[in-house]
């Protein structure tokens, strides 16, 4: 099998694995990332949610083959100390209930600031279409991107 390399967190990283392996199944295989998570398999929920040089994607249905040497950001990456405004606003606005989409919801919030940084609600619902919250909390969500925005906007 071939080595796919690629950036991982910011550290380079390489996986022996076969190229149609999808990258979920390599972050909570072999490269032991959990964060991400499983849910309907076919790209559908955006529990599995990772950034993929700044693009929000399922990493459900996206192959290994296809991130060859590009950057990946799962939630892990995204703040050491989990001070990140959209982590510190989710807490604020008590969004999770189970929990189980919050990573991937924060992934689609984190690369939506990232290439706007004031959001309208349109803009906020557009970007979040792709990511389900069974416990319904799209209420919260809205509310805990539009302050992490606002917090970004603040200190940059």
Request: hydrophobic residues 35%; proline residues 6%.
């Amino acid at each position: 099998m071939p080595k796919i390399h690629f950036r991982l967190n910011g550290a380079e990283t390489e996986i022996d694995a076969d190229p149609d392996t999808p990258l979920l199944s390599a972050l909570r295989g072999p490269l032991g990332l959990t964060g991400s998570h499983f849910g309907c398999g076919a790209g559908e929920c955006g529990a599995c949610t990772v950034i993929v040089n700044d693009h929000a994607i399922n990493s459900c249905d996206t192959p290994l083959w296809s991130i060859a040497n590009k950057d990946i950001t799962t939630i892990e990456g995204l703040s050491a100390k989990g001070d990140h405004p959209l982590q510190k606003a989710w807490i604020a606005e008590q969004v999770p209930q189970c929990g189980y989409c919050q990573s991937g919801q924060i992934m689609s919030a984190s690369a939506l600031i990232a290439s706007n940084p004031h959001p309208t609600e349109a803009d906020i619902d557009d970007a979040m279409s792709g990511n389900i919250c069974r416990c319904g909390t799209y209420v919260r969500i809205r509310e805990a991107i539009k302050e992490a925005a606002q917090s970004s906007g603040q200190r940059g």
